[in-house]
């Protein structure tokens, strides 16, 4: 089983997250991360085989978690959660510091499990 965690402030985003893979085949919910700090903490101790991260965060960001995740994992497979209009150029520096893939919010059953096959 291929484990993903979650890291978003919007728990309702999360649970809809966890819900999607819990009831995926070959997906199994690893956590969840309120905020990059806590997303970055998790990563560390759970070791998950994907990342879902939002950009917009309190407290430390996403793109900053991302810096941080990706600079002693380069092999770290993240995908960006976005739905703020207007961020495409906190989207681009996301994908260049090592994000593979952006999901934009709304999001589907459907877009969120072929995102997460698309990254394995």
Known sequence: MTSVLIVDDSLAIAK???GIIEASEGFTFAGRGADGADGLAQYRAKNPDIVLMDLVMPNMDGLTAIRMITAFDKAAKIIVLSSVAGISDKVEEALKFGAKLVL???FTDESVLSAL???L
């Open 16 to 18: 809809k997250l966890e």
């Open 104 to 106: 934009s919010k709304p």
């Open 117 to 119: 096959n698309s990254v």
